[in-house]
């Protein structure tokens, strides 16, 4: 039996008689999905969902790429309440009035003292059992931080940089540390068509689909960490929502440029556009709306969603984000909005390290998710320890690391896991067109995409498009016939 689509809420079915529901336990970042063990066979895919993920590079909460699953694996959703039918969603980061704020000045080295204490508790809760646990370490500021309560709390870990391209090299600044710490260190370079393979060998295991810009990268580091008998995942993530997020001049140019405007497709495909990422990345902005242009990357326009499918379909998921309104419109503040934002997106930048490890039997942790300490920085920290003048994000973190190193590269231009986007076009572009063919009948425009556009691959922009692709149809392919691991039976280029 293989999986059918389903157009949206109107094609309810008997197939939807049993709903799932999965939330996060309280205070935790890993979640059990045996529950979804038969839904690689027969279970009914929402078409709103990946229209989602084309638009955004991820699945709108507390929905899921199957019509009958609600998934709620971000804060802030009442589990009382029914997530098929009455989702209740609301910021459980948003500031609190100045006079309840803790007073300034304060005992600095008291701060230091027990952030470094609860973060070393959060490692050693969430790494209890793990033999091997492994740390992502991009080099930034939260892997660093990280690294120095690894040491302390689980010295037998080993962290692993990951160099994605050649905007980036933050393997010597990761190396020192991790050497500096006493702890292992590895490193590995991108190589997009061994992280394409290794991504498609996982996909008839994963539980859900994502479309997150470092969801290949994960793919890859996590085969690297299961090859090497690594049990365990470190990521150091998710501390964005409560230390907060300064606004610089960049976020405020994208929200005066973000007016929803549909422009004709041509406009992009002109001589003097389409190879100059920065100005197809400001016309994409025009296009988006201001809340969904804090989300990363260059995704999708409505018009072009709409094209891909062949019928409307982009107002309906653009629809969802009416659940997190009353919360958008309470934001006092563009910081608060991009918070916000910052939140919803955990959808994605959670969801591809659970679905790549679960898919490969390994655990993955978030420590700075721990409870306490996420509620001790929010409500106990001072503000300008949180973000410092002229937008200085994570001053009390800065101050950790300072306590053990010199002033590292980071500081003055942070880095993250990149993706050769360009170089992934290059080496699987008949590969994904291929399961573009198979899956005609649901995106009857995504093959005719890929060849009008095959010869602007080499700009980031569309680049990005092609990665959402990539990533989304082959999953898609494993569960509307394709059988587990299947290749693309067509797809000749014309």
Known sequence: MTASLMQGPEAASPMLARRIQIHLPPGAREVDFSSLAEHAHGAALDAVSIADLLRNAFVYPPHSIYQDVKVAIIAGFDP??????????RFVYRPAPMSVRPPSPVDDEQLLKTYHELLCEAVAGSCAGMRSPWLLQSGGKDSTSMAIALAEAKPQATCITYLGGHEENEVDSARFVARQLGLRHEALVCDPGRAYDRYLAM???????????????????????????????VDAMGSDPYFGLPTHWRQRVQALLARSVRLPRSVLEWGLIDRNFKLCYALGTLQMNGFERFY?????????VDALFG???????????????????????????????????????????????????????????????????FREVPH????????????????????????????????????????LARQRFEQVYGYAVEARDLLPGAPGWLLANRHRLDNKYFASKFYLLAITLPWLHSRLGGGAGAKPAGGALP
């Open 311 to 377: 019928r409307e379909i982009s107002g309906q998921s653009r629809q969802r984000l009416e659940t997190f309104r009353a919360e958008i419109t309470a934001a006092g503040s563009m910081e608060e909005r991009r918070r916000l934002a910052a939140t919803i997106v955990e959808a994605a930048t959670f969801g591809k390290g659970m679905y790549a490890a679960n898919a490969l039997a390994l655990r993955v942790v978030y420590p700075y998710c721990d409870a306490r300490l996420c509620d001790w920085v």
């Open 384 to 423: 300008d320890r949180r973000i410092g003048p002229g937008g200085v994000n994570k001053v009390l973190v800065r101050r950790h690391i300072a306590r053990h190193f010199e002033q590292l590269p980071y500081v003055k231009a942070k880095g993250c896991f990149r993706f050769d986007l360009c170089g």
């Open 80 to 89: 009382a309440h029914d997530l098929h039918e009455d989702p209740r969603f």
């Open 203 to 233: 996909v008839p295991r994963m539980p859900l689909l994502t479309a997150d810009f470092a969801m290949l990268s994960y793919a890859d580091l996590a085969t690297e960490i299961a090859a090497y008998d690594g049990d365990g995942i």
């Open 296 to 304: 990363p990357g260059s995704r999708f326009s409505d018009a072009e």
